[in-house]
C-alpha cells in the first residue's frame, strides 16, 4: 500500500527481522542491564568502604562515573576481593540489628523480678498505702510467682494466672 511506507519507501515486516538477531539483541540489552546493576554495586561498595577516606572516594567515584568501563574494571580488579566481604559483613550487620530489634519487641515490658516487686511492696507498706493482711496476700502471690496476668483489653480487669 503507498500509504505505509516507510523513511525511504522501506516497509518493514515482523519477518524481516530473523530470530537470531532477536536472540542478540535481548543478550545485549541483559548485559547492558547486568553493566548498570555492576555499575551501582560499586559505587554502593565506594560509600560503603570504611576504611577508604573522602579523596579517596571521590577519586575512584570520578574516576567509574567518568571512565566507566575502564573505571569498573579497574575497580573490580583492585577492590573485588574485599566487595564481598564488605558486603557480607553489612549483611551480618543488618541481621544483627534486626535480631537485636526483635529480641527487645519480643520482651515488651518486661516484668520486674520478685525482688524488685517485694521491695516495692515494702515500701509501699512503710508508707502505709496498703494495710500488713494486704502485704501478706501480696506477698504470697509473688512468692508462688501467681501474679495476676496482664489484661488483654483496656477496661478489663485482669484475671489471675495460673
Known amino acids: 500500500m503507498p500509504g505505509d511506507r516507510g523513511i525511504g519507501g522501506i516497509v518493514y515486516l515482523a519477518y524481516d527481522y530473523p530470530l537470531l538477531n532477536v536472540f542478540w539483541t535481548m543478550f545485549w540489552f541483559f548485559l547492558w542491564i547486568l553493566w548498570f546493576i ?16 573522602g579523596w579517596g572516594k571521590a577519586g575512584w567515584l570520578a574516576f567509574v562515573i567518568l571512565l566507566p568501563f575502564l573505571g569498573v574494571l579497574v575497580y573490580v580488579i583492585a577492590r573485588g576481593k574485599h566487595m564481598g566481604r564488605r558486603e557480607i559483613a553489612q549483611a551480618r550487620d543488618q541481621q544483627r540489628e534486626f535480631d537485636a530489634y526483635i529480641r527487645e519487641t519480643a520482651s515488651g515490658a518486661k516484668r520486674p523480678s520478685s525482688a524488685e516487686e517485694l521491695t516495692r511492696l515494702a515500701e509501699l507498706r512503710s508508707r502505709g498505702d496498703i494495710t500488713d493482711e494486704e502485704f501478706g496476700r501480696a506477698k504470697a502471690l509473688i512468692l508462688n510467682d501467681d501474679r495476676p496476668a496482664a ?12
Open 151 to 162: 489484661s488483654p483489653e483496656p477496661g478489663v480487669p485482669p484475671t489471675p494466672g495460673r
Open 38 to 53: 555492576l555499575l551501582f554495586r560499586i559505587i554502593t561498595d565506594i560509600f560503603r568502604d570504611k576504611d577508604m577516606n
